[in-house]
């Protein structure tokens, strides 16, 4: 069964470092998101993307944040500059084409900011 | 503002039990999805549900469109199930918002 897949599955950065957080989503899917999960809280939405452009953003995704969809299997969350509050776990998911509305997450990147 | 408010928070059964979690949203929200997160954090999706009801072996999920209400049922709990159930709301092609998640615990 196709997969959204997640690398690296734990990543840790010292403060005001940049990472990338990478996902490739299921092949025939059209929407991709990004959400966070910080310990003990609720998942919150990022950012989605479709059609090759940001559709929707949250409060949270300010210009520290950015998305990337390079080479038409990748989907990419670059964060600037890295913050002690932005760790957390940090999921993608896709949807649409033959799954409908249904999101398919991945396994989730837990980032760890020192 | 697209809200989604699950209860009870915390529930712990013991096995062979019936479970029901329940979800209330608000308007805008065309779909409810339930999905399952394992104490390594990841997420599955169990059913996404715009009408009606859906069944996947054990687990029953139902809306009600017009009280924006929804239900998940577990037969035949067990300890297996031990997971975070969490609604989501959406409508199609849009962000989820997320129910703060009910912490599952089957006793054997």
């Given amino acids: 069964e196709p997969e959204v897949t997640q690398t690296p599955s734990h990543q840790v950065t010292q403060m005001g470092q940049e990472v990338i957080l990478r996902c490739v989503p299921i092949s025939n899917h059209l929407y991709f998101y990004w959400y966070r999960q910080i310990l003990g809280q609720k998942v919150e939405f990022l950012v989605s993307f479709y059609n090759n452009e940001i559709s929707e953003k949250s409060e949270i995704f300010d210009d520290q944040f950015s998305v990337e969809r390079p080479d038409g299997s990748n989907f990419t969350l670059k964060i600037r500059s890295t913050k002690l509050e932005d760790s957390a776990m940090y999921f993608c998911a896709s949807s649409g084409g033959d799954s409908g509305d249904t999101q398919y997450f991945g396994p989730g990147t837990r980032l760890t900011v020192l | ?108």
């Fill in chain 2, 1 to 108: 503002k697209n809200e989604v408010e699950q209860s009870p928070q915390n529930l712990t059964a013991q096995e062979g039990e019936f479970i029901t979690i329940n979800c209330s949203y608000s308007v805008g929200i065309s779909a409810l999805h339930w999905l399952q997160q394992h104490p390594g954090g990841g997420i599955v999706s169990l059913f996404m549900l715009s009408s009606g009801k859906k069944k996947h072996g054990r687990l029953i999920a139902t809306i009600n469109i017009q009280e924006k209400h929804s239900s998940l049922h577990i037969t035949a709990s067990h300890p297996r199930d031990s997971a975070v159930y969490i609604c989501a709301g959406g409508r199609y092609g849009n962000k989820l918002v997320f129910g703060a998640g009910t912490i599952l615990r089957v006793k054997s």
